[in-house]
Each structure stands twice: as structure tokens, then as C-alpha cells.
């Protein structure tokens, strides 16, 4: 029997790219986790907007189980029945006619960034090679996808960085105007920031962004990595805005905690997409696509996606009962399930303490930046249990004002 596996263990064998939670895991249920320990958590992070069915979903675990005792791998080489049933799913359901399969949000962002170069190549010339995206934006952590991203801190020591690459302030229609012309191969766009502070794009600048892509022979490409698959209230956000992008990509919450992503195009342009320009070893993997296909079943339903918007203000009206009695939060904002709550006074830039507080009290919470408490239950989360979640974190507050008041009474005149 091999030894036991703590917190401590990850320090020794990981790299330590990552600082995770002092507990670990180690099963769930719906909406609530438990650590090695036996400890209880209300899950407020799902994954970072994954498991948006919640852990262990009785169907999902039926599927895939039938799956394992099928088959599991083939590769690029052949095509296999999952993956073509989930590739005509996304095309009954969106505006899509082609799709490519991956395994994560970055390899599909990679891949539509990939393609509309080779697009733009193929109908205007090599020179048409310039991509437009915002200012604290993430699109994922390959070279190509973390330079697009245009966060310094995350391109710090990496250089040299690929090139022709724009980025403008988010929902600044001006400034979209004045970068996007015609040597612009492809603008790329989160309807709703996420690592950027939980922002939602305006109507009006997305509507912007197709004229001006329109305008000048570029591709508009949608990240929905993070709020796609039912988050916004819609399937997917850009059908909740009206405005249809010619690239459209989609991975976390697809297989609900299983590896798999998918970008969507057109004909048109999935065309320059020919034999060998393009792949992915695992990427349309039938386990994989067996979860997603479940996944979409599951979630494009009346009943999940109008249950988004009444956990919607069931979470912004717990939060503004929590603002009332300690009045922690500059602004609540976001989409659907996608809420950000940003901090002021004395919690400001202090929302990895209020995370790690929450913890404390069995709740599983993120931040979105320094500054921002990010708030991404399950789709399905039972009202008891977002009223529990918020219960915790409002007992997480008032505990840290507490002993911040404490701390500042002891300071010396």
C-alpha cells in the first residue's frame, strides 16, 4: 500500500506553480464537498466554473461508466461515435456548422487563433495578421493564448512574445474603432471577463465589434471558456446578446469536471482548417465526448437555464443583505451564475483572506484578481444550499471586520 498523501505532500513532489487550499478533497455531492478530514463545504467555485451540474451527477456517472466498458482511446486517426454525436448536438444548438475538439479552454483558444491566421492567410495574404484583445483579459496559458491574454503578469519572463498582437481597454468602443482596421486578422473577446474582475461586456461594444469586424475582413471570436454552457442563462452567452461571432470557443463546464473543449465555426471558415494544419491527439476522446454530449442534454433545458437567473438574484440579494451589515462591497456584478463581488475599506485587495477565511467555515470560494470575490455556484445548486453558502460567508465577514476592529482598537493612539 502506498503511503498516505497530505497538503504537505504537494509541496515535495509538485511544481509549485500553484498555492492550493490547506485541505483536500476528496468526495463530492451536488453542491457540497468533503476533505480528508470529514469536513463539510458548500461549493461556491465549482471548479472554477466547471462542475456546473454538480459533483457526482447520477446521470454523467451512467454514461461514462457505459462508456469505460466500450471504448476509451483511437486518436485523430479515427473518428468515433461520441465525438460525432456531440459535434451535431453543438451544431443543432448553436450557430456553429463545424467543430473542433480538444481538451482544454487554452487549446481552443490556441486552435481559433490558429485558424483565423490561416483564414486570413488564405482569402487576403500574409500580411493580415493582426489580433485585438483586451487589456485583463485570459484566454489561457500557452505562449500564443497567455500573450493575447494582455496581462504583464502573466507574460513576465517569457519573452520573446508572439507578435501583432493589440490590446485595448475592455468595452471601450473608441478604442475598438481606432485598433481594429485592415490588417486585423481576428478580434478575440470574453462576453464576460473573468479573471479580469467578473465584467460583462456591454451589448453595445460587442454589437461594436461585429461591425467592425464585419468592416474589415476579420474574424470576431468569443471566449465563452468560462461563461458558456449555460452560466449566462442561455446555452451560450453571445445567444443572451444577440451578437453571433464567427469563432466561438467552449471547454470547463462542457464536460462538467471531465477534460474536453470544443471550438465552433462556420464552413467558411473551418475550410482553411485542411488536413494536417491543425490537431490534438486526445481531443474528441470518447469518454470525453460521451460526459459533454450528457452535459448539453442535460443543461439546455427550460428548467436549467431559467433556474439561472432565480439563483441569479437569489446570490445578488444574499450578497446585499451581507453589504447591509458590513458594507465589505464596492459592487456585485456579473451574469447569470458568474458574480463578482468586489471589495473596498478594509478588505480592499484582500480577497484571498476572505477566501481562505471562508474555508474556514466550510465554504469553497475564489477570487478574480486581488479584489474580487468571484462567485460560481452549480447551475443546479439547491436554494439550501446557496442559503447555507451565503450564511457561511457572511459568518466569514463578520468574523475578519471583527478582528480587524479588534487589531485597529489595539494600535496605539
Not at 490590446?167 to 478580434?187: D, P, R, W, Y
Not at 476579420?218 to 445567444?239: C, H, K, M, N, P
Not at 477534460?259 to 491543425?278: C, E, I, Q, W, Y
Not at 486526445?282 to 439563483?311: F, M, Q
Request: glycine letters at 10%; a neutral charge.
Amino acid at each position: 500500500m502506498s503511503a498516505p498523501v497530505t497538503r504537505q505532500t504537494f509541496d515535495e513532489v509538485m511544481v509549485p506553480n500553484y498555492a492550493p487550499a490547506a485541505f483536500v478533497p476528496v468526495k463530492g455531492e451536488g453542491s457540497r464537498l468533503w476533505d480528508q478530514q470529514g469536513k463539510e463545504y458548500i461549493d461556491f467555485a465549482s471548479g472554477i466554473a466547471v462542475t456546473s451540474l454538480g459533483h457526482l451527477h447520477p446521470e454523467l456517472t451512467k454514461v461514462l461508466h457505459e462508456q469505460v466498458d466500450r471504448l476509451w482511446h483511437l486518436s485523430n486517426t479515427f473518428t468515433n461515435e461520441p465525438a460525432l454525436r456531440l459535434a451535431r448536438r453543438l451544431t443543432e444548438t448553436t450557430f456553429a456548422e463545424k467543430v473542433f475538439f480538444c481538451n482544454s479552454g487554452a487549446e481552443a483558444n490556441e486552435a481559433a487563433l490558429k485558424l483565423a491566421r490561416r483564414y486570413a492567410f488564405d482569402h487576403f495574404g500574409g500580411s493580415k495578421t493582426g489580433i485585438v484583445s483586451c487589456k485583463q483579459a485570459f484566454h489561457g496559458r500557452t505562449l500564443f493564448t497567455v500573450s493575447v491574454g494582455g496581462q504583464p503578469k502573466y507574460t513576465e519572463g517569457f519573452a520573446p512574445l508572439p507578435g501583432d498582437l493589440n490590446h485595448i481597454e475592455f468595452n471601450n468602443l473608441e478604442a475598438a474603432e481606432a485598433a481594429i482596421n485592415a490588417g486585423t486578422c481576428a478580434v478575440i473577446v470574453e462576453p464576460v471577463q473573468g479573471e479580469g474582475g467578473v465584467l460583462p461586456a456591454t451589448k453595445a461594444y460587442l454589437q461594436k465589434l461585429r461591425e467592425l469586424c464585419d468592416k474589415h475582413n476579420a474574424l470576431l471570436i468569443f471566449d465563452e471558456v468560462q461563461i458558456g454552457v449555460g452560466r449566462s442563462g442561455a446555452l451560450y452567452a453571445y445567444q443572451a446578446y444577440g451578437v453571433t461571432p464567427d469563432i466561438l470557443t467552449s471547454a470547463k463546464a462542457l464536460g462538467n469536471g471531465f477534460p474536453v473543449a470544443a471550438m465552433l465555426t462556420s464552413n467558411k471558415v473551418a475550410a482553411s482548417f485542411v488536413v494536417g494544419t491543425h490537431g490534438s491527439t486526445y481531443g474528441g476522446n470518447p469518454l470525453a465526448c460521451c460526459v459533454a454530449d450528457k452535459v448539453l442534454e442535460l443543461i439546455d433545458t427550460p428548467e436549467v437555464l431559467d433556474g439561472v437567473s432565480k439563483r441569479h438574484q437569489l446570490l445578488k440579494d444574499g450578497l446585499a443583505a451581507i453589504n447591509a451589515k458590513h458594507g465589505v462591497f464596492k459592487e456585485v456584478r456579473g451574469m447569470g451564475l458568474l458574480i463578482g463581488a468586489e471589495l473596498q475599506g478594509a478588505f480592499h485587495n484582500k480577497a484571498k483572506d476572505i477566501v481562505n477565511a471562508a474555508a474556514k467555515h466550510g465554504l469553497m470560494v475564489l477570487v478574480a484578481g486581488t479584489n474580487v470575490l468571484r462567485i460560481v455556484p452549480s447551475l443546479v445548486i439547491p436554494e439550501a444550499d446557496l442559503q447555507e453558502g451565503l450564511a457561511r460567508l457572511d459568518a466569514t465577514i463578520a468574523e475578519l471586520v471583527t478582528k480587524a476592529e479588534t487589531a485597529k482598537q489595539a494600535q496605539p493612539a
